[in-house]
């Protein structure tokens, strides 16, 4: 049974939680859970052992999860194992953390519900006649743009949609924008995906990105556990998606605990977007921490 949460402190307090999870830290106590602090600027550094500091040393193991921010597989790994040390296992490991947080790691597995994609191995490498002949089978359809985790979705025009696949100058402006943007925290390598025609449902009030029906689906040792609505903004009209929406995909991820953001087509197919660790992904506003740390607290 899951009974333990380990939580990012504050960066400049290692005693207190990172104010964006202080709902959930309430939320975890509230449903019976212990929970205890990794220091995040420790963490930041790499210093893996300094931020497991205020974690109790335990006699009996217990297992638990990790609520903060996204670190790369490598820094999840050596967490994990400082956090090991002192009797707090997480419920994933390294690679089960990898597999759902990078995109090309889970693509073979759903490629018939998500839309194509191809990708790049090289960093920010770019060679734009590289990239153009990888993208000739997607003839002169429109793409997004991302790096294996992330992409610059609230920079749409600028950084994320490419209008066609065969517009080379489009091509070379979005990518050396998103680039430019992502810097240092580029992962992987460049991920280009088809454009799909999604449902609308708004258009988002800063970023001017189309919003679409987008649902966040937590799915726990291998079954969909709990969902919500992805946006909050849009009226979803109090629509649900059915529970058992990729159930049978979802048992092929070997992940104990990830998420899988599903949207539906203009022809209404439903489709996967992208996976990614439950453990670092946000708490969508309609999902309110009480009812996520309860059902997490009961088993
Ligand atoms: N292939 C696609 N077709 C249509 N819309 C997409 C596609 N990929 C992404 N989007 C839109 O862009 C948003 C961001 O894409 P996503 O892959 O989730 O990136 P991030 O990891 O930055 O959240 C999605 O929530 C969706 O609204
Ligand atoms: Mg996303």
Known sequence: MLGHVVFASHPLDPKQVDPSFEAEWSAAREAGMTACLLD???????????????????????????????MRPEE????????????VRLVNDEAQYRRTHHL??????????????VWTTTGARFELDEV?????????????????????????????????????????????????????????GLVFREFVSLEPLAVHSKSKMPLTREFRVFVRDGRPWLSAPYWEEGDYRD????????????????????????????????????????????????????????????G
């Open 104 to 117: 090309p790691e889970w693509y073979a597995k759903l490629r018939a519900h998500t839309p194509a994609t």
């Open 40 to 70: 995040s600027a420790a963490l930041d550094a790499g210093a893996f052992d300094r931020a497991t500091r205020r974690v109790p040393s335990l006699d009996a193991p217990v297992d638990a999860v990790f609520r903060g921010w996204m």
């Open 239 to 298: 629509e649900a998606i059915a529970s058992e929406l990729f159930a049978s995909e979802c048992a092929t991820i070997d992940s104990n605990f990830f998420t899988m953001d599903v949207a539906r087509r203009t022809d209404g197919r439903w489709i996967i977007m992208e996976l990614g660790d439950a453990q670092v992904a946000g708490l969508p506003e309609a999902l309110a921490p009480e009812r996520f740390y309860r059902a997490l607290a009961s």
């Open 132 to 188: 153009l002949a990888m993208l000739e089978p997607f003839g002169d359809s429109p793409l997004i743009l991302k790096d294996y985790v992330k992409s610059q979705k609230h920079r749409w025009d600028e950084a994320c949609f490419i209008r066609s696949a065969r517009d080379a100058d489009a091509v070379r402006r979005v990518t050396t924008r998103f680039i430019e943007l992502q810097g240092a925290q580029l992962v992987g």
């Open 76 to 87: 999840y790994g050596a967490m994990r194992g400082a956090l090991a040390a002192r009797g």
